[in-house]
């Protein structure tokens, strides 16, 4: 027997956990939240520097991409959270939101409502801003966003070198303008994580007319006579959907769903054996992200965290977090970065800059024994464009993840001249003091083919993927500006995946308001409240 609901959310990312929160702020309207991934308990989730430890596996599907023919073949480990909270549990925690014009250029692509001036206030709505609270930031929304508390002297010493390329820095680059590097903002509240899961779910749970299911996962949406009406399990249980069904999986994890539901291009779904439901090809196509580089150098002394990865200083580090709220412990380790162009008649930032405070710290990147930092880059506004597709019609099967990165000329050169750019930082007086030698790509790699070699052996995603359920103003789009399904009724999608470009930034930030937004549209077109 199927139990019923108003509301059916399908994923408690970033988007999800705020659509449970303001959906279930009406008592009169009962909402379940569906998880595939388990709580958030262990101690990783909520100390900042637990995230070196997610993209090694720690609430993650463990995906990888299908092999990379435009990068010689490489396969990339495709780290998407499994947990309570999404992505924002498992991130760096950087607040970061885009560009202004990232959400005009959606305007000017006929997406009504989704210009700056129409997210801004969303952004705001969400924000607990320890520093801020002016037109761009806001205080008293449930996410914590605050300053870094445990930055290195070598922070300062970047932004010297940075300074000495005629690179400013900027204390707001979610604010008046992006250009410039920075301590970045973090989602944290009291030196811990202020993931979706802790600002919006958590302060929830006594509510009677909020459920929240863990280790639920969704083997398939149910359609009938052309309306999404609920929601199976892996076990076969159905949920039923009275007002919506709303779909939160992230833009890997809902183009996936949606096609083992049989939604998606006929022709693949047919030669999976899937009966389709909605012939709809723009589902999983547009998948965009930003591939990240790094640059490694070996450090004179102990200036980075990497002496902490020891036992004995490890045990330390803990201390000092626990006594003073201070140290590694503390630190995101890739608090400190910034936005320049690789372009100089670009429109705006067109590289982002994440300095990392040791080596080694994510999946696959080098280990400096005695000590590193490292420089990451990634170009924003990459051309190419990718896929999520099914291998099997069986759901326990991982996805085919394409990011297709690097299929398009532009993206190479532009990454090129990125990784070049934190070459050019890293090598500036001010770091000298704290710089052996640049390790990696190193002296050796000079030639343009060589730094192609360097970075399809070093390289890895910047897990900023969107757009594959793009939304639009044209029938070809998955969903309308509303975030509504074209082709099914009683289906939303509100998540990254709705992205007709990805921004210019991390991601998470973005998605916290695209639930915000979202939650204001549900309310308004079902006679809840009102937007804005």
Request: aromatic share 8%.
């Amino acid at each position: 027997m199927a139990t019923g609901y108003d509301f059916i959310i399908v994923g408690g990312g970033s988007a999800g956990a705020v659509l449970a929160a303001r959906l279930s702020e009406d008592p009169a309207v009962s909402v379940l939240l569906l998880e595939a991934g388990g709580s958030d308990r262990h101690p990783f989730y909520h100390l900042p520097a637990g995230f070196a430890k997610m993209t090694k596996g720690i609430g993650s599907w463990g995906w990888e991409t299908v092999p990379q023919r435009h990068m010689q073949n490489r396969v990339f480990r495709y780290t998407q959270a499994k947990v309570i909270g999404g992505g924002s549990a498992i991130n760096a925690q950087i607040y970061t939101r885009g560009n202004a014009q990232d959400y005009d250029d959606w305007r000017q692509m006929g997406c009504t409502g989704w210009g700056y001036d129409d997210v801004l206030p969303y952004f705001r709505k969400a924000e607990d801003n320890e520093t801020w609270n002016n037109a761009f930031h806001g205080q008293g929304g449930p996410l914590g966003v605050s300053e870094p508390r445990a930055a290195l002297p070598i922070c300062e010493a970047y932004f010297e070198a940075a300074a000495a390329l005629g690179i400013p820095r900027n204390p707001d680059i979610n604010g008046a303008t992006q250009d410039g590097v920075c301590y970045y903002q973090l989602t944290q509240r009291s030196t811990r994580r202020s993931s979706a899961a802790m600002a919006y779910v958590a302060p929830n749970r006594h509510r009677r007319n909020l459920t929240v299911k863990l280790g639920a996962q969704v083997r398939r949406i149910v359609v009938e006579r052309g309306r999404a009406v609920g929601a199976e399990l892996m076990d076969g249980t159905r949920f039923l959907a009275a007002r919506e069904l709303l779909l939160c999986g992230g833009a890997i994890g809902t183009p996936r769903l949606l096609q083992l539901s049989g939604v998606g291009p006929a022709d693949h779904l047919e030669d999976l054996g899937i009966e389709v439901v909605c012939d709809q090809p723009q589902v999983g196509a547009n998948l965009q992200d930003h591939l990240d580089l790094y640059c490694i150098c070996e450090l004179s002394g102990p200036h980075s965290y990497d002496r902490y990865a020891k036992p004995h200083w490890a045990v330390l580090a803990g201390l000092q977090y626990m006594l003073a709220r201070k140290g590694p412990v503390a630190s995101s380790l890739f608090e400190t970065g910034g936005f320049w162009y690789a372009d100089p008649d670009a429109r705006s930032p067109d590289i982002q800059l994440h300095l990392g405070l040791g080596t080694g710290i994510e999946h696959g990147v080098a280990a400096m024994p005695e000590g590193g930092i490292t420089l990451n880059s990634c170009h924003l506004r990459p051309r190419s464009r990718g896929t999520v597709r099914l291998q099997s019609s069986d759901p326990a099967k991982a996805p085919l993840i394409d990011p297709n990165y690097l299929s398009e000329p532009l993206d190479r050169e532009m990454s090129i001249r990125g990784l070049k750019l934190t070459q050019q930082i890293l090598a500036q007086a001010p770091l000298a003091k704290y710089i052996l030698a640049e390790r990696l790509p190193g002296p050796e790699v000079r030639s343009d083919a060589e730094y192609f070699d360097f970075i399809c052996a070093h390289s890895k995603t910047s897990h900023h993927c969107a757009g594959t359920c793009r939304m639009g103003p044209d029938d070809g789009a998955v969903a309308d500006t509303r975030l509504r399904f074209n082709g099914i009724d009683g289906l939303r999608i509100v998540d990254n995946s709705i992205m007709p470009k990805v921004i210019s930034s991390n991601t998470n930030a973005a998605a916290i308001m695209i639930g915000e937004k979202a939650a204001d549209m549900i309310k308004a077109d079902h006679g809840l409240g009102t937007e804005g």
